[in-house]
């Protein structure tokens, strides 16, 4: 079986400052891992995934994480935040077993930024 | 391109009743995931049909069915709804099955009475 927590179910930033959402996982298997935005009365958007190679993957709109396989994490960073950024963001992890890669989400996080 | 639709946006239903809810993916796209999202359980799936067949599927009850169509067009039906059935039924379409990048669609709110 697998899990995802997400330790902080709000975060509430100034805008320019530092971002951290955090993560952690647990799985038996090797896992993909994933983060999702999800702006008000939208579906979820892809912002960045791990599935092999550099543990450090980036998005477009200047959001990283880290593939921390000892630590069992994958934490959501941004050096300097936007208004436009708040939002809910969900981590995931899809593990392979027997070639099922059945998804399992956290709770999500909700981003708030203040001016 | 057009995105993931999803049909209808907002449905308001009666405890017993059924309901259907249809998905049509992105262009090319074989594979469609359905997920229901509550603010109690957060974001569950549900199923992946990929070609027309049925190929992962979440933990929920058989009250819960899907099929996919040969133009990958899907539909999800619940029946004898329950209070607890209301929710945002999101629907997802990749190219292929496994750990393709998902393309989400708007939703579809359900309101159970």
């Known amino acids: 079986a697998q899990s995802v927590t997400q330790l902080d179910s709000q975060v509430p930033v100034f805008e320019e400052a530092p971002v951290e959402l955090r993560c952690n996982y647990s799985s038996s298997v090797s896992v993909y891992l994933f983060w999702y935005v999800q702006y008000p009365n939208q579906g979820l958007q892809l912002l960045l995934k791990y599935l092999s190679g550099s543990t450090l993957v980036e998005s477009i709109n200047g959001f990283e994480a880290e593939f921390n396989k000892s630590q069992t994490s994958f934490h959501l960073r941004k050096p300097s935040v936007h208004i436009s950024d708040t939002a809910e963001y969900f981590c995931a992890v899809r593990g392979s077993s027997g070639g099922s890669y059945i998804p399992t989400f956290g709770r999500g996080t909700s981003l708030i930024v203040h001016p | 391109k057009a995105g993931v639709t999803q049909t209808p946006r907002y449905l308001i239903k009666t405890r017993g009743q059924q309901v259907t809810l249809s998905c049509s993916p992105i262009s090319g796209h074989r594979s469609v995931s359905w997920y229901q999202q509550t603010p109690g359980q957060g974001l569950q799936f549900l199923f992946e049909y990929f070609s027309e067949t049925q190929r992962n599927k979440g933990n929920f009850p058989g009250r819960f069915s899907g099929r996919q169509f040969s133009n990958s067009r899907s539909e999800m039906n619940v029946s004898t709804l329950e209070l607890g059935d209301s929710a945002l039924y999101l629907c997802?379409?990749?190219?292929?099955?496994?750990?393709?990048?998902?393309?989400f669609g708007p939703g579809t709110r359900l309101l159970v009475l």
């Open positions: 997802a379409s990749s190219l292929k099955t496994g750990v393709e990048t998902q393309y």
